[in-house]
């Protein structure tokens, strides 16, 4: 008998953090309240962290990044302007990366229906060689190679729903084809990548799928994301499992970012990769935490979220954005259609 869903909650967490800092412990408390209040935490198990495989994380990372991650951390230095340690971060960065992987691997066995990893620190900004952006190790990065490398998978794709560009995510796979990367993220806004003409190198050429949207786009631009490109995407690349970069600072009372997107938005969004995922790949669909600032968006879109995986009826505590939706997002994704899907 598998179980609903699995969790992995990050005991300890706390001890990782900075006062003021936004990238704070409390994101990952509200959304796991959220999910208690509502009867949906108690559905699962709350998986330990698995050990990572030395030969998963040198796959991901470089060395010499390991170990500046553990010098800085030792020394509780900060590792860029954003990017703080505290001397617990290096266990605390490991045992995000290692639920993402016992989450990833319970549901790719049939262990769960589905999964959330309330991963922290988050990882998506973490490329090969170089943490930032609040990120220590690539935790959606590191699920996704363990499958390939220890559990027999040989295509996964990652969808990137943050509102900041996935650029680690994509930097450890650009010239790969076992892994399809689909990304939205508003654009201009830091970190600056996640141009629709980025679309992978090499081998890896066609195998990055980004989609920058101008600020407001809106549920209109999520649902036609998630509900209609990256699906015809899906459709030709045929991944065996969807792993989700769950970041919820697309919402619109996200304070460090404005694209307007709603709870229910999301929890469409995810609705429609479950969909895919129940009609190509057994059901295999696993989200994996990421960033997203403010605390009311956080519980309602981590509880939206769980109710789509679910394949519940989804609700929005926050209710939509109040300000009126842009449709400047339409000749983007135009560009994007007539690039990604020429057959
Ligand atoms: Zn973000």
Redesign the pocket.
């Known amino acids: 008998m598998s179980a609903p869903i699995a969790y992995f909650y990050p005991e300890g967490h706390s001890a990782h953090s900075q006062p003021n800092h936004p990238e704070r412990p409390k994101r990952v408390e509200v959304i796991r309240q959220a999910l208690e209040q509502a009867g949906l935490w108690q559905l699962g198990p709350q998986l330990p962290g698995e050990p990572l495989a030395a030969d998963v994380l040198a796959a991901v990372h470089s060395q010499e990044m390991l170990q500046a991650i553990q010098q800085h951390a030792a020394e509780q230095r900060n590792l860029d302007a954003d990017t703080y340690t505290t001397r617990h971060s290096w266990p605390l960065a490991q045992n995000a990366a290692a639920g993402a992987v016992a989450v990833a691997r319970a549901v790719w066995r049939g262990e769960a229906q589905t999964g959330f990893a309330l991963s922290r620190p988050?990882g998506?900004?973490a490329t090969r060689s170089q943490p930032m952006?609040?990120c220590l190790l690539n935790n959606v990065a590191l699920a996704a190679q363990h499958l390939l490398q220890h559990e027999g998978a040989t295509r996964l794709a990652i969808l990137d729903m943050?509102?900041?560009h996935g650029n680690g995510t994509q930097d450890i796979f650009y010239e790969r084809a076992d892994v399809l990367f689909c990304n939205t993220q508003q654009l201009p806004l830091w970190p600056g990548t996640g141009r629709v003409e980025e679309r992978g190198h090499g081998p890896g050429l066609g195998f990055t799928a980004n989609l920058p949207l101008p600020p407001g786009s809106g549920d209109a631009a999520f649902a036609h994301a998630y509900g209609e490109l990256f699906p015809a995407l899906l459709d030709d690349f045929k991944p065996e499992m969807l792993l989700v970069s769950f970041?919820f600072?697309s919402h619109w009372k996200d304070p460090?970012?404005n694209l307007q997107v709603s709870a229910a938005g999301y929890g469409r969004a995810i609705a429609s990769l479950r969909q895919w995922a129940q009609q190509h790949c057994g059901g295999r669909i696993a989200l994996v935490l990421?960033?997203?600032?403010d605390l009311d968006a956080a519980a309602a879109c981590g509880l939206a979220a769980v109710q789509a995986l679910l394949g519940q009826e989804i609700t929005d505590a926050v209710g939509p954005s109040p300000y009126a939706e842009g449709e400047e997002w339409k000749p983007v994704m135009d560009k994007a259609r007539s690039l990604f899907l020429v057959s």
């Open positions: 988050p998506h900004h952006g609040f943050d509102v900041h970041g600072d460090l970012a990421e960033g997203g600032y």
